[in-house]
């Protein structure tokens, strides 16, 4: 009978806790690099746009004439609310307000400036459009919003469609938002740098205590052999050696020089040399 064994991964928190603590500097060092980062690509290389809003009311036949109103003319103007925008970004209108402006873009590219939202249960509709030219941006908008309402009027059974707010000058860009992109890229940062950490930890598998041993392979160790330690004595017994052997052929020159009797006015140097030699 095969017997099968699996494999249990144990993660303890507070030793993960520990390796980010351990690694913090780096962290925060990613953090910082990656949010300068998108602070410098925000506010200095992507171009600043500014967005001008537009307000219109539209009215049907009996609001115009001071009639009363139905439930079903309410619904009525409700419903055909949502076709407004169609009718605001149709490429009639887009193009009329191109040749106005004499403007060098495609109706494909200019829609993309162009945003119209409705409120529910309401026939207020805002167009907003976003241009790197505040003082053009307004402009436009306002050309957009006449165009429209008389497009509008052209084309559904509406009496009048009214200005409830004239387009504004915006002072402050609507993006990049410096602010968000550094906290976004600050946090980032942070994320990636942690995960890498976390991620190199837990495929980590080496050996590196005797509570590893004890943990992972369910050994017990008998004894510990501090590698510094080791690596001390050895270079001590190799430098013992290494004197003992200078100085036994120091002792080995002096004594032929003695029973020889050739070399009475040599110093030490040269009877440790003689004796290396033979």
Not at 36 to 42: H, K, L, P, V, Y
Not at 119 to 144: C, F, V
Request: glycine share 6%; charged share 25%; with cysteine.
């Amino acid at each position: 009978m095969e017997r099968r064994y699996e494999e249990e991964i144990e993660i303890d928190l507070m030793e993960i806790c520990m390796v980010l603590l351990r690694y913090l500097w780096v962290i925060l060092a990613a953090a910082v690099i990656v949010g300068g980062a998108a602070f410098t690509f925000s506010r200095f290389v992507v171009t600043p746009t500014y967005e001008s809003t537009t307000r219109i009311l539209v009215l049907n036949r009996q609001e115009a004439a001071g009639g009363s109103l139905t439930y079903s003319d309410l619904q009525l103007g409700t419903s055909l609310t949502k076709d407004y925008p169609e009718l605001i970004q149709s490429r009639y209108v887009v193009e009329k307000v191109i040749e106005m402006f004499e403007l060098d873009t495609s109706y494909e590219a200019f829609l993309k400036k162009i945003q119209v939202s409705t409120k529910s249960d309401s026939r207020i509709i805002d167009i907003t459009l976003t241009d790197p030219d505040p003082a053009l941006a307004k402009e436009i908008a306002d050309a957009l919003r006449d165009i429209a309402a008389q497009r509008i009027v052209e084309v559904t059974d509406i009496q009048a469609v009214n200005m409830v707010d004239e387009a504004n000058l915006p002072q402050d860009p609507a993006n990049p938002n410096v602010v968000k992109w550094t906290m976004i890229g600050f946090l980032l940062g942070g994320f990636l740098a942690a995960a890498v950490v976390l991620v190199r930890f837990l495929l980590d598998d080496t050996i590196k205590s005797s509570e590893d041993i004890e943990k992972y392979l369910h050994l017990s160790t008998l004894g510990l052999i501090p590698l510094g330690q080791a690596e001390y004595d050895g270079q001590t017994k190799k430098k013992t050696g290494k004197f003992s052997q200078r100085k036994s052929s120091k002792s080995t020159g002096a004594a032929a020089a003695d029973s020889g009797g050739n070399y009475p006015d040599a110093d030490d140097e040269d009877i440790v040399d003689l004796g290396e030699e033979d």
